[in-house]
């Protein structure tokens, strides 16, 4: 059993120059099935093409291919166009809704700030890890337990870390025991690294008692959480007045998995707020009150509140830098 052969779809989308002269006959007036109704040709059958017809006259001739270009616009590209323009105010629409919940050029800056200012603890933590490291070395050469520093250093002996936690979660491990380590050990370089984390340990505890209190480390880790908020953690929200400055509808600012009230926006309340309150308000407040203004008061709490933290973070890396 032979297979019917069945005109591909492609065959009514080739277009030639010898069409543009001679186009085949309209389906819809001469009430005939072809390709570009979306039917395959029967097979042996051709289109009727303008010779075939009899024109009275040149003028009767240019009628009907008018008629046949009216027709196809008509039933073709008119309603593809009525899709697109549909399309096109739908994105239009969807344009006008993103734009309304994006907040101001002066807030995107201050979160690419807040970015930068939160790489730049790290770097001074860092910083800060890096040089105790290297006194804890200095001071385990000087007093005899390490024989070649620079060795050690280049070693894989060195740790690595790169911040307080980290520190302090190393020397938990690493201290504890060092003392016994040394004077049972038989390797040089296992008592050459329990005598570096003992300086290092004595480094540190003096850090915290003259310099990284207690109270400052609690600032510091504040201000870094704040700086991580609104640079990484805030995130577009539906604006509280959508309807105007009917600020009563702040319900629609929360998300779907938050309980009731909980992310509700606090610009209402905002000059009766804490210095915290509003340097900590990344996780409600909305995008529609994001101005200019809250921006500028939330940049100036930032370093104003955190004035001691700052100052010191500045210290380290201008000392560093000269």
């Known amino acids: 059993m032979s297979a019917c052969r069945v005109t591909p779809f492609s ?35 051709t289109p009727v093409r303008e010779e075939a017809r009899c024109f009275e006259s040149e003028e009767e001739r240019l009628l009907w291919k008018a ?16 899709l697109a323009e549909r399309a096109l105010r739908h994105g239009r629409r969807q344009l006008v809704k993103l734009q309304r919940l994006l907040p101001s050029a002066a807030f995107l800056t201050f979160r690419q700030k807040c970015a930068a200012w939160c790489d730049r603890l790290r770097l001074f933590e860092e910083l800060v890890v890096r040089t105790m490291l290297r006194e804890a070395v200095d001071g385990a050469a000087r007093s005899g337990d390490v024989k070649a520093p620079a060795r050690w250093r280049k ?82 929200r539906a604006s509280c007045a ?53 921006v500028e008061c939330l940049e100036a709490l930032m370093f104003t509140h955190f004035a001691d933290v700052w100052c010191h973070v500045e210290s380290v890396m201008s000392g560093v830098s000269t």
């Open 67 to 82: 008629a046949r270009l009216r027709h196809s616009i008509e039933t073709d590209l008119v309603p593809r166009q009525e």
């Open 155 to 236: 070693s894989n002996q060195w740790p690595a870390i790169t911040n307080f936690l980290e520190l302090q979660l190393h020397l938990c491990f690493a201290v504890r025991g060092s003392a016994a380590v040394e004077a049972s050990s038989p390797e040089q370089s296992s008592r050459e690294n329990s005598a570096v984390y003992r300086h290092l340990a004595a480094i540190w505890a003096a850090q915290q008692e003259r310099l990284l209190t207690c109270d400052l480390l609690h600032r510091y880790y504040t201000l870094r959480d704040i700086l991580h908020g609104w640079g990484n953690v805030w995130h577009v």
């Open 242 to 294: 959508d309807d105007g400055d009917n600020v009563s509808s702040t319900a629609r600012s929360r998300l779907p998995h938050e309980p009731d009230g909980s992310c509700i926006c606090p610009f209402t309340a905002w000059e009766s707020l804490s210095e915290v309150d509003r340097l900590t308000s990344y996780s409600k407040i909305c995008s529609h009150h994001l101005t200019e203004d809250v």
């Open 11 to 45: 065959a009514g989308l080739q277009f030639t120059r010898k069409d543009v002269h001679e186009p085949p006959a309209d389906t819809a007036v001469d009430n005939k099935s072809s390709v570009s109704d979306g039917e395959p040709q029967a097979a042996g059958r």
